[in-house]
């Protein structure tokens, strides 16, 4: 297991298209997380999945945003009717949630959103 | 808005010199601490965290942070820097074990 993989890493598309990314995680990590990450900015907190069960959204995942992980493995964020404020790097992370209440996250590379 | 801040966006130090990335947390509240640098075209990597116990955290590639809490602080040192050290380090807070709130990030440049 080499890491957290996403795809594509670029994706370019035009105002209003539908986009959709994928995660996979290291394997034996239980939660999942979708972070937003803008120029200049530090990653924002989107959501996350213990196993397949979606536990919290951040209200900057607007209606067009949705997220799934099916069976607990691999997850799809899917942008319906994408804006020029959607472009941004989405990166993804896993964890093996433990009880220290710190877990560490395993980032993957990302994936670069750019909306024309 | 990010509760956490990072002062600087950008720190410049000679190669061998010690390295100090600042970073202050919410005030409320007694947060989980973490550090993590991003090198260019990679995902995030983990340095170090601050859970409850010494202030002193060591973490990888020789890095360490002090937290003080009087000063709300978690500062990032190396005490001697590398030019391979120079990346965008971002410090994060967490009231939880799940959503990490990262400060803006600051951009280290370590020149020979």
């Known amino acids: 297991d080499t890491g957290v993989s996403q795809n594509p890493r670029h994706k370019i598309t035009k105002r209003g298209q539908n986009v959709t990314f994928r995660c996979d995680p290291i394997s034996e990590h239980n939660r999942l997380y979708w972070y937003r990450q803008t120029l200049g900015q530090g990653p924002e907190f989107l959501t996350y999945f213990q196993n397949e069960a979606q536990l919290e959204k951040s209200r900057l995942l607007s209606d067009r945003f949705s997220a799934e992980r099916p069976k607990g493995s691999f997850s799809t964020l899917e942008i319906q009717r994408t804006e020029q404020g959607d472009s941004a790097m989405y990166l993804c992370a896993s964890s093996l949630k433990t009880g220290s209440g710190a877990n560490v996250l395993t980032f993957g590379a990302g994936s670069r959103l750019t909306v024309l | 808005a990010q509760s956490v801040a990072q002062p600087e966006d950008q720190v410049n130090v000679a190669e061998g010199n010690p390295l100090t990335v600042k970073c202050t947390y919410s005030?409320?509240?007694?947060?989980?601490l973490f550090w993590y640098v991003q090198y260019p075209n990679r995902g995030l990597q983990f340095l170090l965290k601050?859970?409850?116990?010494?202030?002193l955290v060591k973490g990888s590639y020789g890095f360490e942070a002090e937290f003080n809490k009087s000063q709300t602080s978690f500062h990032l040192k190396k005490p001697s820097a590398l030019v391979s050290d120079s990346a965008l380090y971002f410090c994060a807070e967490t009231y939880n074990d799940y959503k990490l709130s990262f400060g803006a990030g600051t951009t280290v440049t370590v020149r020979a």
């Open positions: 005030v409320s509240g007694n947060p989980y």
């Open positions: 601050y859970i409850t116990g010494d202030n």
